[in-house]
């Protein structure tokens, strides 16, 4: 699933505050054992508007930089599974 916070009036650093928190309750949910063989993952995209930017323009560069977190999720994922392949 995906959601979509506004932060209005907020800098960066401040999205930056919140991003954090939201990680630190997932790794809290996910430590606590909720469900068993079951943990949630988190991919967060910030974007900021600048003059002269489209709502488009800032959800593009959210998304794009969620699906980058994503990306290297999966890559590091892969690089520790054990590499089978024989020389």
Do not use: C
């Amino acid at each position: 699933d995906e959601f979509l916070v506004f932060l209005a009036d907020s800098p960066a650093e401040g999205a930056g505050v919140v991003e954090m928190r939201i990680a630190k309750s997932v790794e809290d949910w996910n430590s606590a054992g909720h469900l068993a063989n079951f943990e949630l993952s988190l991919s967060i995209g910030l974007g900021q508007w600048q003059d002269g930017m489209s709502l488009d323009d800032i959800l593009n560069e959210a998304d794009q930089k969620m699906y980058n977190t994503k990306e290297a999720r999966k890559r590091a994922a892969a690089s520790a599974l054990p590499n089978f392949a024989s020389d």
